[in-house]
């Protein structure tokens, strides 16, 4: 039997569910794998459009001709190609698998910021700017056997310059070894300098580290870190890219990329960064997520740091010095300073919410209120975590304690 | 001709003025004298008391044994003794004199934010403690031939451990060279390490440095800087000390000297400091007075940049991050941005402001408005610096334009 085309897959995930036992159905994540290699991540209005209609009828449309112009122009000639089965089964044969928004496994809760960011920013110029835009990915490629989201549930982003210095990597390399033994992910983007001295601390001790990739997931880039790569698939750790099997890094993909990392994650620590670096872009991309911006100092006399003390005196800026681990643990760990950081402007009592505040905020039903341990299963988190976590709710009149359990609050009422 | 007896000479203060053509009278600065040797200087109640009945009634009542009695203890057995004539005279066979606040050299705008602690802030812990009580000094033995107001107007304290790394010394160097170079008079108190190394790049800079003692202005400590001091003291530059000459440098004055560090300049720059430092405490006394806190961060991994990180680290510490003189110049020197600094706790308009703000406010008449050059002429600012000034401080409401020049803006009415 020859496999399906892509028409017909599609046609199939039009006349069921999503997803069924908590994996997305056939055609939907065909449709998403066309999707990944059709357009370049990054674009505010082609991820508007595709979470408007879905992604299987974007796709139809794309490959139909019938997509707004302006998706029309993203994709181009790519529309009348299709690779995406090839793509799945190349995936396949190294290990790797198309984690869509449909499945389970999606990190939608850590992604949740990019989200309201693609809703509701997309006027401001950093947003119409693909290298720079705050937008959830179409999905994610990704290389390794542990689920996602559970992966990168406590993780933190370990960023900073390729030139570092002998001590910008002595100390990104103390903070994977120390933030792995604590249980915390650390997710880079596996380049030279910093990324990969975080990644290899995390490894000497025994922890889960990801890599975000510029490529596709089944490449190495750099091509000297590819023993590093499977080291790190081997010991339960991840390769995460938005670009397709076979995809080249190519240089702008770096910029895009960045988000992802920042995205995945409760907070970024820069390390190193030169002035004017691309470890600042990915903070203040954090930063616009609302997560905690961490920075290490360093010597004032190293051109490696005057980034990372740019970052710490920038007014309002809203990063915060460390030191070591357990200052990035506290940072992004502490729940009732975290729910109180100070975020950009913020519009509503929930922008200022901390992930884990969002996450059980989010796991609150409408009506029937219901127990903090069963609000914990859905956040994903401890019963105790999300305790601490509900007084902080109730008082910012999001939640309400019903007598019997914990619900939404109702929205308040007009001239109320 | 024998020399007057201090009662004799006493007894001539209170027939006349104070001071004669900007400078104290006799009897006067040989109460002041008498008090510098008399009691260790911090005390809170003995300067309040000092303040109300003037320091020669001060001193008769102490010798009269009809003190007040926490006054009396203070003094204790001193009481009977007199060496104030021979103080005055020891001190100018070193090129020194005593600065009492009579004189017109007398630092009065610098040191305000002290005077307004000793009168106000009495009843904290802090203030109840020699050690860490914020109270001017009774007049301040100086060695060096500049006059002292003049010398410390443009001037920051650059503080760090004796125990300073190579790091921190170079950094200290550099400030120091840099800040002379542009005008700016470096204060620091002479020990080893960070000290020393401000001093020297002041000097070679061939800037003037103020050295900050905790014993006479006769004496060398340490010993090995006896020659560093003698060049200072060459090259235009001053050694100041509450304590009279002979002065032994007891452990617990140097505490007590620091808050002079922070009082007489604009900012304090720590460079190094280990944890739970005589640095961090010479910057929080300097924040506690409203002045900048700068600090210089260093490698994570270094323990003399410890107490640098958990300054800037500490939540609404108001510590900035600096790195190189520029920086440091940018905060103590910058107007719209120094008085809009945030303050401990401010309970009023005048709190907040800069110390030229104050400086400005208190040159303002209550009736008869002047002109910004008489306003500057009065606070020892530049014309130019009064004018940028003014128009925050109306907008505060704390002075008006009458048509014709500037004074205080009248008191809010009762219930307005």
Same mark, same amino acid.
């Given at each position: 039997?020859?496999?399906?085309?892509?028409?017909?897959?599609?046609?199939?995930?039009?006349? &069921?569910?999503?997803?069924?036992?908590?994996?997305?159905?056939?055609?939907?994540?065909?449709?998403?794998?066309?999707?990944?290699?059709?357009?370049?991540?990054?674009?505010?209005?082609?991820?508007?459009?595709?979470?408007?209609?879905?992604?299987?009828?974007?796709?139809?449309?794309?490959?139909?001709?019938?997509?707004?112009?302006?998706?029309?122009?993203?994709?181009?000639?790519?529309?009348?190609?299709?690779?995406?089965?090839?793509?799945?089964?190349?995936?396949?044969?190294?290990?790797?698998?198309?984690?869509?928004?449909?499945?389970?496994?999606?990190?939608?809760?850590?992604?949740?910021?990019?989200?309201?960011?693609?809703?509701?920013?997309?006027?401001?110029?950093?947003?119409?700017?693909?290298?720079?835009?705050?937008?959830?990915?179409?999905?994610?490629?990704?290389?390794?056997?542990?689920?996602?989201?559970?992966?990168?549930?406590?993780?933190?982003?370990?960023?900073?310059?390729?030139?570092?210095?002998?001590?910008?990597?002595?100390?990104?390399?103390?903070?994977?070894?120390? $933030? &792995?033994?604590?249980?915390?992910?650390?997710?880079?983007?596996?380049?030279?300098?910093?990324?990969?001295?975080? =990644?290899?601390?995390?490894?000497?001790?025994?922890?889960?580290?990801?890599?975000?990739?510029?490529?596709?997931?089944?490449?190495?880039?750099?091509?000297? =870190?590819?023993?590093?790569?499977?080291?790190?698939?081997?010991? &339960?750790?991840?390769?995460?890219?938005?670009?397709?099997?076979?995809?080249?890094? =190519?240089? =702008?993909?770096?910029?895009?990329?960045?988000?992802?990392?920042?995205?995945?994650?409760?907070?970024?620590?820069?390390?190193?960064?030169?002035?004017?670096?691309?470890?600042?872009?990915?903070?203040?991309?954090?930063?616009?997520?609302?997560?905690?911006?961490?920075?290490?100092?360093?010597?004032?006399?190293?051109?490696?740091?005057?980034?990372?003390?740019?970052? $710490?005196?920038?007014?309002?800026?809203?990063?915060? $010095?460390?030191?070591?681990?357990?200052?990035?643990?506290?940072?992004? &760990?502490?729940?009732?300073?975290?729910?109180?950081?100070?975020?950009?402007?913020?519009?509503?009592p929930r922008?200022?919410?901390?992930?884990?505040?969002?996450?059980?905020l989010?796991?609150?039903?409408?009506?029937?209120?219901?127990?903090?341990?069963?609000?914990?299963?859905?956040?994903?988190?401890?019963?105790?975590?999300?305790?601490?976590?509900?007084?902080?709710l109730?008082?910012a009149d999001l939640v309400?304690?019903?007598?019997?359990?914990?619900?939404?609050a109702?929205?308040?009422?007009?001239?109320?």
């Amino acid at each position: 039997m020859n496999a399906p085309t892509l028409d017909e897959d599609l046609e199939d995930a039009l006349a &069921g569910p999503a997803a069924v036992g908590g994996v997305a159905v056939p055609g939907l994540r065909r449709a998403r794998a066309w999707l990944t290699r059709a357009a370049e991540p990054g674009s505010v209005d082609l991820w508007r459009w595709t979470d408007d209609v879905g992604p299987v009828a974007a796709t139809r449309a794309l490959r139909a001709g019938t997509a707004p112009e302006k998706a029309r122009t993203l994709v181009g000639a790519r529309a009348e190609e299709d690779a995406s089965l090839a793509d799945l089964r190349r995936a396949e044969r190294c290990g790797a698998r198309l984690v869509v928004p449909e499945d389970d496994e999606w990190p939608a809760l850590a992604l949740h910021p990019l989200t309201v960011a693609a809703h509701t920013g997309g006027d401001e110029p950093a947003q119409q700017d693909r290298t720079t835009a705050l937008v959830p990915p179409v999905g994610l490629w990704v290389r390794g056997d542990p689920p996602l989201d559970g992966t990168v549930d406590r993780s933190v982003a370990v960023v900073g310059a390729r030139a570092s210095t002998a001590y910008g990597e002595h100390v990104a390399a103390d903070l994977g070894a120390q $933030l &792995g033994e604590r249980g915390w992910t650390v997710v880079s983007g596996g380049a030279y300098g910093i990324d990969v001295a975080a =990644h290899r601390g995390a490894l000497a001790a025994g922890a889960a580290t990801v890599v975000v990739l510029a490529c596709g997931v089944d490449r190495a880039y750099p091509a000297a =870190h590819s023993a590093l790569f499977q080291r790190i698939v081997d010991s &339960g750790g991840l390769l995460v890219s938005e670009w397709p099997p076979g995809a080249a890094p =190519h240089r =702008h993909r770096f910029l895009v990329r960045n988000r992802i990392i920042a995205g995945l994650t409760r907070g970024t620590v820069v390390v190193e960064a030169a002035a004017r670096s691309g470890a600042q872009a990915t903070a203040r991309r954090a930063r616009g997520l609302g997560k905690q911006v961490l920075v290490v100092p360093g010597p004032v006399t190293s051109a490696m740091s005057v980034g990372c003390h740019e970052l $710490l005196r920038e007014p309002e800026g809203g990063a915060r $010095l460390v030191g070591n681990a357990a200052q990035v643990i506290e940072a992004v &760990g502490a729940l009732g300073e975290d729910l109180a950081a100070p975020v950009q402007r913020p519009a509503t009592p929930r922008d200022g919410l901390s992930d884990l505040g969002r996450r059980v905020l989010d796991a609150c039903p409408v009506r029937t209120g219901v127990s903090a341990e069963r609000l914990a299963a859905v956040a994903g988190c401890d019963p105790l975590e999300a305790m601490r976590v509900l007084p902080a709710l109730e008082l910012a009149d999001l939640v309400q304690w019903t007598g019997t359990g914990w619900r939404l609050a109702p929205p308040p009422r007009k001239g109320a």
